[in-house]
């Protein structure tokens, strides 16, 4: 039996923001099965009781002083958007017009 | 061919020092070497030659004004292309960063400079530093310098290649599940993963925040040391970056040099000399141990059985990592924007921006990434591959009570044909499978030559505990000093 369905993955690719042609998903479709059939292994482990690791490094709460630093300007943070107004990132439209109006 | 290029950078800094050749020079005969043969290596994404002579003239100004010079001024540099360097194209191999000039450097990036080094250019890689092969950078695959019909590694196969072809005395890395140490086998070089957190992440394009580590590669053991040291310790810009010195890797690498290993263990991981890597790797990593043992190492084999669980647990958590860092590639701040006609909602043009952008591994992992974090299969997957973590963290743990460091092949395989893998992608992640372990324990590890397999490198990997670095260092500048270093047909 198929770990994921090509319905599936056309619902992944929605949510990660991937407008995916047809063929792509019936590689993709595949492919993944595939993957995740493998990955799936972890699952062999017993491990309910053991807590989980998220970071190798246990630092936390790293603060620094609240002094003013350098940093870059407008025009250099702006420097690499596709299009930029008024010193801001300028984007196409948010909300549709019929929840707009 | 020129002399200059088949110097170490210990050799080259000491001629530059010493004002027997300058910078300049050692740049031009770099960029020569690289005009010669990148065509067919394609090592390079892209190549500054005005800010290379510009970095040289510099150290050789401050050298005729008296300055002194750190240990690797006017030595030249070939970075990957997932740090960010200032005014100079940054694409991560990726068509979604294409033509992007980052408005600053990475920390390794400004301590390259400080240090005096001369970045000669930007190096091939996987997009998004994921792959095994650099097949799947955007721009085209790198081809390996000893067979240019193979793959020279990844995701980092542009900076190993680099080494292999002369075309760099020393280049930077970066290693999520064995970016840096994989190429390095497969080419012949050295390549070392710090300890996590041992490098800065600043400036260092996201994939996997808990596991990508930058990290040096080189011709020799003491060269990457070198380097270890120019761009290792705490960094205040990335919060994950430990608080302490770096580890004197470099008189480390002097000490292995002298080739005793006496009252040094070293654990022979009994999970990765099975029957999974070929003969031929095999037969030269068994070769080393016999070396070491004769050096004075005591030599057992250890068994950490979690490990089995790695690559899975590995191929869970950086596609989730991923899927979450990757976000930001929304057509907004940089980079690509597509299909924004005026009429297409911000969604729309996101989604188009994205697929346009991202090649087809990217997408699988961040999909992959987004299946495994979302509710209902959440604990089976992304948790449970956390918990896999713990124990694997533990098997080295105890380990390390046993050992002072860990040893296995570097890679199953030696190099394999360009096109070889890409139409089996779980086939790809293979590659990794004795790198992946280090990466969730987060502690260093290393590659270094070990002898040749059907006429093409083998890699011996080199495991160390959390901060000991240059125990990594101390045993494979030993098991250099035995083998020597490997030299690839002429190009």
């Given at each position: 039996m198929a770990a994921i369905s090509r319905e599936e993955v056309a619902h992944l690719a929605r949510l990660s923001r991937l407008a995916v042609t047809e063929e792509e998903l019936?590689?993709?479709?595949?492919?993944?099965?595939?993957?995740?059939?493998?990955v799936a292994q972890v699952g062999e482990v017993a491990a309910a009781d053991i807590p989980p690791t998220s970071h190798s490094v246990p630092?936390?709460?790293?603060f620094r002083e609240d002094v003013v630093t350098p940093c870059l300007t407008p025009e250099e943070a702006l420097s690499g958007a596709p299009d930029a107004e008024d010193q801001r990132f300028r984007v196409p439209r948010i909300l549709t017009e019929d929840v707009a109006s | 061919m020129s002399d200059l290029i088949r110097m170490t950078a210990t050799e080259i800094a000491a001629l530059v020092a010493g004002g027997e050749t300058s910078a300049v020079e050692v740049t031009q005969a770099h960029l020569d070497r690289i005009a010669a043969v990148d065509d067919r290596v394609h090592a390079f994404l892209h190549v500054d030659t005005e800010g290379a002579l510009a970095a040289a003239r510099a150290v050789d100004e401050r050298r005729a004004a008296g300055e002194e010079l750190g240990p690797l001024a006017g030595v030249p540099v070939a970075v990957k292309d997932v740090l960010a360097t200032r005014g100079v194209p940054t694409t991560v191999g990726s068509k979604i960063l294409e033509g992007w000039r980052p408005p600053y450097d990475a920390t390794i990036v400004q301590r390259l400079r400080d240090a005096g080094t001369v970045m000669?250019?930007?190096?091939?890689?996987?997009?998004?530093?994921?792959g095994s092969s650099t097949e799947y950078s955007a721009y085209g695959p790198t081809h390996n310098p000893w067979d240019l019909s193979r793959i020279p590694g990844g995701s980092g196969g542009g900076s190993a290649a680099a080494l292999a072809a002369?075309?760099?005395?020393?280049a930077i890395g970066s290693d999520t599940g064995g970016s840096i140490r994989q190429p390095g086998a497969v080419t012949g070089t050295v390549g070392a993963k710090p300890t996590y957190g041992g490098t800065s992440r600043y400036g260092l394009v996201a994939f996997s925040s808990s596991l990508d580590t930058p990290g040096p590669c080189a011709r020799t053991v003491l060269d990457a040391a070198l380097l270890h040291q120019v761009i290792g310790g705490h960094d205040p810009r990335d919060s994950t970056s430990i608080p302490q010195p770096v580890p004197d890797v470099v008189a480390a690498a002097k000490l292995g040099a002298t080739g005793d290993l006496t009252g040094v263990r070293l654990g022979i991981v009994s999970e990765f000399v099975g029957e999974g890597a070929e003969p031929g790797v095999m037969a030269a990593f068994r070769e080393s141990v016999d070396a070491l043992t004769k050096m004075g190492a005591e030599v057992v084999e250890v068994s950490c059985p979690t490990f089995a669980y790695a690559l899975p647990a590995y191929y869970l958590i950086a596609p989730s990592e991923c899927s979450s860092n990757l976000a930001r590639f929304d057509g907004v701040r940089f980079g690509l924007r597509v299909g924004d006609d005026g009429n297409r909602s911000l969604e729309e043009v996101m989604s188009l921006t994205r697929e346009a952008g991202f090649g087809p591994e990217v997408k699988r992992r961040i999909m992959i990434g987004t299946y495994a974090l979302s509710s209902g299969y959440y604990d089976a997957y992304y948790g449970q591959a956390q918990k896999v973590r713990t124990l694997i963290t533990r098997d080295f743990t105890a380990a390390f009570e046993r050992v002072d460091a860990l040893i296995s092949p570097t890679t199953p395989s030696v190099a394999f044909p360009i096109g070889a893998r890409t139409a089996d992608p779980y086939q790809m992640y293979l590659a990794d499978l004795y790198t992946i372990p280090t990466n969730l324990y987060g502690g260093p590890g290393i590659s270094v030559p070990c002898g040749l397999s059907e006429g093409l490198p083998v890699?011996?990997?080199?495991?160390?505990?959390?901060?000991?670095?240059?125990?990594?260092?101390?045993?494979?500048?030993?098991?250099?000093s035995a083998v020597g270093t490997l030299t690839p047909p002429t190009l």
């Open positions: 019936d590689t993709f479709a595949g492919q993944l099965d595939v993957i995740l059939k493998a630092l936390t709460n790293i | 000669l250019g930007k190096t091939n890689m996987d997009e998004f530093a994921m002369y075309e760099a005395p020393l890699g011996l990997q080199v495991m160390a505990p959390t901060m000991a670095d240059d125990r990594m260092y101390r045993v494979a500048a030993a098991l250099e």
